[in-house]
């Protein structure tokens, strides 16, 4: 087949273009990006069986996506609600497989945390709420990649046989190790005995563990099989469950709010605020409950929401009976 | 649904001359090279798709363009893959396989359109 030279210049020039574009579309880089996303009803991810919860209790998320490509960075640079940042340690280390399991882990633990605290802040006001549940050990969330023999998912029970009583004791006896600890995993049904040759200055991140054995009410977990995952909304379910749980107010606006909940009731730190604000400010939300060691990251967008910084859920909760009142 | 009858008769007929005319390296090298193009024309579209989906407010449209690009993909494959038989046969110019471009086009868009529509909801309920 005979071709001009005209049709051949054209040809090449278009294969020059056609595969810069193609590198420019696929080769992932260092690089990841956090978006805005929006908000959820709290009473979608946990329900109380015979209890009416609030639709105004919202948490948000953000949309991330690790390595991306020269031209998805290109093109968010030009948005300013998106965040790039170098990828990092977590991301950089796991497998995707990892990245999800982390998520689920995560979430179920924000479910727990949150139904324990809700309910045991919930029943010194309605003796009728009870919750019976056991501290079962702490899971694994990360751990360096020289630890392979630890999984993530892992549930350490003990740590050098000491029989430990509570979360706090457990978890930072094990970080204090500076030499070969004896661990307690129980892993899928099975529990195993795992040696880890450790220094106190490896990573570890643990979530604690608890068997709820009954409540009352009962409750429902549909967000078990939604896909978002992660610990940030752990603040806001407990706010739902608290509220429907002592009944004694009427919320009638929109409180959005991100934070994860701790053990000891603080309200711990999360990723993507700032892109969680301008999600929230998208729908036009006015109140935005935030961690309060975080406000500096965007304390210039009060001017837009208000923001109401807490350490711990009972500053939180006081935060709704203002906003309500 | 007459038209669809006769177009499903009249590209039964055409079928059937073509079974006669190709071979079995003809067809597999029409198919491989039409994938092939066709491949190459769609990717760098659903590339640059693929990252706007960050971008909440533009989801639902890109899914609509998605799937417009699925089935747009559906016919270009189909008119590659008769236009490469012709072009190592001949004959096949001749015959007006048109007809069985979007008959073929018509079913595949259809199952494709069908299970984008059910991993779809099934995603966007499991979100909401």
Redesign the interface.
Known sequence: MKVSPSIRKIFHTFIFA?VF??IA??VPTNFS?T????TRIAN?MIQMNGYEQSSHFKTISV?T?SR??P??RM??LM?EE?DISLMGVYESQLTMGEERLRSNIQKQASFEQSLITAYELAKLKNPTVSIDYEWVGMIVDYREAKHQNLNIGDIILDVNEQDFSDYETMGNYFLEQDSTVVIEVLRNQETLSITLDKSSLDVFRFYPKYNIVSSNPTFELPGQ????GGPSAGMMYTLSIYFALVDDLTIDVDIVGTGTIRYNQEVGNIGGLRQKAYGAIKEGIKHFIIPYNQYGEIGDLSDRIHIYPVKNILEAIEVVYEISN | MKYLIKLFNEANIIRRRLDEYTDMKVVILSTLVSMLLTS?SV??LV??II??F???ELQILLIILLFIIGIASVFLYQYLLYYIQGIQIPKILDLNTKKIVYLDSIIISTVLIMVGLIVTFS?YG???
């Open positions: 056609y574009l193609m579309l696929t990006v978006a805005p996303n929006e979608t949309l996506m991306i490509t031209f998805a093109l968010y948005l998106f099989s939604v896909i978002s | 190459l990717a760098p590339l640059i990252p706007l960050l971008i909440t995603i499991g979100l909401a």
